[in-house]
């Protein structure tokens, strides 16, 4: 029986960007001095290669191949060094977030806090969470910058690339700033379209896929073009996750359905219902939303003023309208085979997801 191997799934390929990693992290540890802290090497290993779709090492993987770059271990790592960065992001986001889990296990900060007080060691233990876990993020973003120049690209290639890295890396810090910024401010619909755009949409699809491209030998417009694609897929990728999170079975996403509401987190969802709510609605609204002490059964109540406004199904066609924008925006860049069909399966799956 002959088995035909697959070129675009994408199960293969995380397995390999995995092999990447793993390879990686195991290479740190023995160049530390003695007295290294051997628990922030098991929390990061654990935390990097437990779970995740990486979908921003497939971006880039395809957007290199899109324009003629081959397959082979450089580019496996240099894509996968975008997933270091994506730890980073995420530990400092759960903290930023106050959030306790994170891919169905204990966030980086939780996991800090409860080594604190298993250990009965002085001070405060959510104190040394955050601390320890701000430590941890701070080493991924110097990973994933070291990983990428070691990647085994020629060094034209890598200085390619790097201005896109650069790029997505100034982008993400100043869209968590703006996420402050719109949690105190009008929490407008324009606002938390800005906010995911700067934080999630470019770095989730646009400058992932840019940077394969450019990595690759693209031209600078073609380059260009990707973000026709990448910036209505990223916006539609985050607003499916506004609605899990809310929406999720926790279950399934391995986080909370709670932390958003109890955060009162200036999603485009929240900034829907809120337009659209009566003066009993609001008013409700008002006494939960961001309450630290939210319930279930609160939850469950917010959850039906969301549904009773219109709100969620204004998401879901704004996620189809999205969608059908990064479609259309696909066909016209040229990308050769099988890129174009893999890109095309990505942004389906990024859309259609449950967690």
């Known amino acids: 029986m002959t088995v035909t191997v697959v070129p675009t799934d ?21 160049g530390w001095s003695d007295g290294a ?14 779970g995740g779709k990486r979908l921003r090492p497939l971006f880039c993987y395809w957007g290199w191949r899109g324009f003629g770059g081959p397959d082979g271990t450089p580019i496996v790592a240099a894509a ?10 995420l530990i400092h986001d759960d903290i930023l ?9 204990p966030s980086v900060h939780r996991l800090f806090a409860d080594l604190h007080a298993r250990s009965s060691w002085r001070g405060d233990p959510e104190a040394y969470g955050r601390n320890a876990a701000l430590l941890c993020g701070d080493l991924c973003a110097a990973w994933s910058d070291q990983m990428f120049h070691e990647c085994g690209l020629s060094t034209e290639q890598v200085r390619r690339g790097y201005a896109v890295f650069a790029l997505m890396r100034a982008e993400v ?31 989730t699809v646009t400058r992932p896929v840019q940077m394969g491209a450019a990595l690759a030998g693209a031209d600078p417009a073609s380059v260009e ?9 990223g916006d539609a990728f985050q607003l499916r996750d506004d609605l899990l999170g809310v929406f999720g079975d926790p279950a399934v996403t391995g986080k909370s359905n709670l932390d958003d509401l109890r955060e009162g987190k200036p999603t485009v969802l929240m900034a829907l219902t809120r337009a659209a709510a009566d003066p009993a609605q609001s008013a409700r609204l008002r006494a939960l939303v961001g309450n630290p002490e939210l319930d279930v059964a609160g ?30 925006a ?14 095309a399966d990505l942004a389906a799956r990024a859309v259609r997801r449950h967690h």
């Open 37 to 50: 802290p051997g628990a922030v090497l098991a929390v990061l290993h654990r935390f990097v290669l437990a």
């Open 173 to 203: 810090i100043a869209g968590e700033y703006l996420d402050l910024v719109s949690a105190v401010g009008d929490g407008s619909v324009a606002t938390a379209l800005t906010v995911i755009r700067m934080k999630a949409a470019r770095y």
């Open 80 to 89: 996968a060094a975008l997933e270091l960065f994506h730890a980073f992001a």
């Open 225 to 233: 073009a990707l973000a026709e694609f990448g910036d209505p897929l």
């Open 97 to 105: 977030d106050g959030s306790d889990r994170r891919r169905g296990e």
């Open 10 to 30: 994408p199960t293969l390929l995380r397995e390999r960007f995995d092999a990447e990693l793993a390879a990686f992290l195991n290479r740190q540890g023995p």
């Open 299 to 328: 939850a469950a109540e917010l959850r039906r003023i969301i549904e009773a406004t219109g709100a969620r199904d204004h998401v879901e066609r704004m996620i189809r309208v999205r969608a059908d924008e990064a479609r259309a």
């Open 330 to 343: 696909l066909d016209r860049v040229p990308l050769t085979e099988p890129a174009r069909a893999a890109l």
